[in-house]
């Protein structure tokens, strides 16, 4: 699975931007894809995550309330609407994709859920 994502840009503070990630792969509905993001000098961490089928999404405290993760499997697209934005949303995004062949519930939070990574995304929000 090769991934790509799309979508980021400059908005201020209370904007809304969507993001995509697009997925090449016939697989693609058989993945669990969750976005994370990278903050200058921090750790990558999670946002949000669709299961394979769209059936469970989790997110993050930080967002919950704010962005929304959906997915059109015949589309082989995943995307992250973002709603009020902040200036702590600022970020590189990246989407990932991994199959839990052990548990039908998986932690999707977690980066070792995800196998294959694409380019991110840069997100900024002015205040």
């Known amino acids: 699975v090769q991934l790509q994502a799309s979508g980021g840009g400059l908005v201020q503070a209370g904007g809304s931007l969507r993001l995509s990630c697009a997925a090449s792969?016939?697989?693609?509905?058989?993945?669990?894809v969750g976005w994370f993001r990278q903050a200058p000098g921090k750790e990558r961490e999670f946002v949000a995550a669709?299961?394979?089928?769209?059936?469970?999404?989790s997110y993050a405290d930080s967002v919950k309330d704010r962005f929304t993760i959906s997915r059109q499997n015949f589309k082989n697209m995943v995307y992250l609407e973002m709603n009020s934005l902040k200036p702590e949303d600022t970020a590189v995004y990246y989407c990932?994709?991994?199959?839990?062949?052990?548990?039908?519930?998986?932690?999707?939070?977690?980066?070792?859920?995800?196998?294959?990574w694409g380019r991110g995304t840069q997100v900024t929000v002015s205040s």
């Open positions: 792969g016939r697989t693609f509905s058989s993945y669990n």
């Open positions: 990932g994709a991994g199959i839990n062949y052990h548990t039908d519930s998986p932690d999707l939070s977690q980066r070792t859920e995800y196998d294959y």
């Open positions: 669709v299961n394979w089928d769209g059936g469970r999404t």
